[in-house]
């Protein structure tokens, strides 16, 4: 048990619809960060928060954006869903952010469009 | 831009038997490291990492890795591999890229053991 936690397990849901992906970091952690998994792209960086402001951006989707709240807790929203945006979401966290600091992963929440 | 390649899609491996999975990566500056281990429905859990000082490390589940700057490379090894090894193996490099350290990920190797 890494010790984040990320809610739901598994979503499932249709075309067009919007889903809010949650995650809470580590106690103590102030980075979080939210990746991409799936079978054509592999594991992909999307964003990052760093004590509740945005730090970085990677392959994020218009159509996807994130929300650190001063509990540190993030929220990931996938709007406008299409069939590509099928794949496992994870959120790490960190202490603070630094190259050297080991990020620790949560369980992943399965996203599948029908 | 950073790029991590690991060249071994699959390996399959008897149990008892070593074990080097390879890693190189192509970054600019000193690397921060990092290999991560995901086992079917689970997440990621990190097995060991390299930021600096002795290029030999040791991690959890009596893995090791070597770095070589000379042949950008981060191969894991373990010398006697367990059934409970087999799982999907990622290397990764921290990108330094806009004061964030993102992980940048190979696309990872499966690993098969037979008993």
């Known amino acids: 048990d890494s010790g984040v936690t990320q809610t739901p397990k598994h979503l499932i849901t249709a075309t067009g619809q919007r889903v809010t992906l949650r995650c809470s970091p580590r106690?103590?952690?102030?980075?979080v960060y939210w990746y991409q998994q799936s079978l054509d792209q592999g594991l992909q960086f999307l964003i990052q928060?760093?004590?509740?402001?945005?730090?970085a951006k990677g392959n994020i989707l218009e159509r996807f954006s994130a929300q650190q709240f001063p509990d540190l807790h993030s929220e990931l929203n996938l709007s406008s869903l299409e069939l590509g945006d099928s794949a496992l979401y994870f959120c790490?966290?960190?202490?603070?952010?630094?190259?050297?600091?080991?990020?620790?992963f949560g369980p992943g929440t399965r996203l599948t469009v029908l | 831009a950073q790029s991590v390649t690991q060249p071994d899609i699959h390996i399959t491996v008897s149990e008892g038997a070593s074990l080097e999975l390879r890693c190189n990566y192509s970054?600019?500056?000193?690397?921060?490291l990092f290999w991560y281990v995901q086992s079917p429905g689970q997440g990621l859990q990190l097995l060991l990492k390299?930021?600096?000082?002795?290029?030999l490390v040791q991690g959890i589940k009596g893995f090791e890795a070597e770095f070589k700057r000379s042949q950008s490379s981060f191969n894991l090894r373990k010398p006697s591999v367990h059934w409970s090894d087999a799982a999907e193996y990622f290397c990764?490099?921290?990108?330094?890229?806009?004061?964030?350290?993102?992980?940048?990920f190979g696309k990872g190797t499966k690993l098969s053991v037979i008993p």
């Open positions: 106690s103590g952690d102030l980075s």
């Open positions: 970054y600019g500056a000193t690397p921060y």
């Open positions: 928060y760093y004590n509740g402001e945005e730090r």
């Open positions: 990764a490099v921290a990108d330094s890229g806009a004061g964030s350290y993102q992980l940048t």
């Open positions: 790490a966290s960190s202490v603070a952010g630094g190259g050297s600091d080991t990020q620790y």
């Open positions: 390299y930021f600096s000082g002795d290029t």
